[in-house]
């Protein structure tokens, strides 16, 4: 068991919140609020009625519980990489791609679990568009922070209501996540010549922001379901009787662009992101291992 890629996956995607929280307020607003056309129009008015607060509504409790599930991500992978290898009895450090590929749909699926409740908290409070200077004890002002919403949630639909939308998490994240390392193992493997030997810091950053838009190109379809659903019924009816009507009413009144109006700003956001990401990770790894110890196995076969 690899522990040292939990803890430096953990301090890693903290780092890669606090980048990228403003850009997926503004993501998230626009995929479920038709009163935001674009990118530009959404961050001005977010921006001109809330303030810079607007931008980070709701990061408290994802900042804590993205920190476990990017620990539960690629501790996960790690180790299903490994036990991928000795069952075929291969040598460390040679991974092939389909081994890089299964070991990322895990990572993905397993944080599931532990991402859903704080994910639905942060949707919920992201798109809670009222002024602070309105005051919180306007009608208007549903939910006065990430505890109120968390009990909130839990009062009304029970804790089966913290795990609204997970099926689309599942399917955004499970194949994303694969993508994601193949994306960066393929990249890391080109630019260290198949040495396993850790590219320059440039590289490093350059893998890691073409991995995180590799990944949301997959997974923004889903993202968008899973937000529409995370937020239905809460200013009235629900419109939705599940994912598949959800997919497929929205499919029908939107068209199939609506799964991608989101993509720009995902890439936009995760280019960074996944840049601290992976150095992140790399540095902490590289410190926390001696120098004899086994390095993150980024090499194919």
């Not at 040598?91 to 895990?106: I, P, Q, R, Y």
């Not at 009144?253 to 996944?274: K, Q």
Request: glycine letters at 12%.
């Amino acid at each position: 068991m690899h522990f040292v890629d939990f803890v430096s996956g953990s301090v890693a995607g903290a780092c890669g919140v606090a980048v990228g929280y403003p850009l997926d307020t503004v993501k998230v607003r626009i995929q479920t609020q038709k009163q935001f056309t674009g990118f530009c129009q959404c961050a001005a008015e977010t921006l001109t009625k809330e303030g810079v607060s607007g931008f980070f509504k709701g990061m408290l409790l994802p900042l804590t519980t993205v920190s476990m599930t990017s620990s539960v991500v690629f501790g996960t992978y790690r180790n299903c990489l490994q036990c991928l290898r000795q069952a075929r009895g291969g040598d460390w450090g040679a991974n092939t791609k389909m081994e890089v590929f299964l070991s990322g749909l895990a990572g993905g699926v397993a944080q599931v679990t532990v991402m859903s409740p704080g994910d639905i908290v942060k949707v919920r409070l992201q798109c809670q568009t009222e002024s602070k200077q309105r005051g919180l004890r306007k009608p208007g002002l549903k939910y006065l922070g990430p505890v109120h919403c968390l009990l909130h949630i839990i009062k009304e639909d029970g804790l089966r209501g913290l795990y609204r939308g997970a099926l689309p998490l599942t399917l955004r994240d499970g194949p994303s996540y694969a993508t994601y390392f193949l994306t960066y193992a393929t990249l890391h493997d080109w630019m260290s010549g198949g040495s396993n030997k850790k590219p320059h810091w440039t590289g490093v950053m350059l893998a890691g922001g073409i991995a995180g838009m590799a990944g949301w190109a997959v997974g923004t379809p889903m993202d968008v379901i899973k937000a529409r659903l995370q937020m239905d019924g809460v200013h009235g009816t629900q419109r939705y009787k599940g994912f598949v009507h959800c997919f497929t009413e929205t499919l029908r009144t939107e068209g199939a662009g609506v799964f991608f109006r989101s993509l720009s700003i995902n890439c936009l956001r995760a280019f960074p992101v996944n840049m601290v990401v992976f150095s992140t990770y790399e540095v902490l790894t590289g410190f926390l291992t001696s120098e004899n110890a086994d390095s993150p196995p980024w090499g194919l076969e």
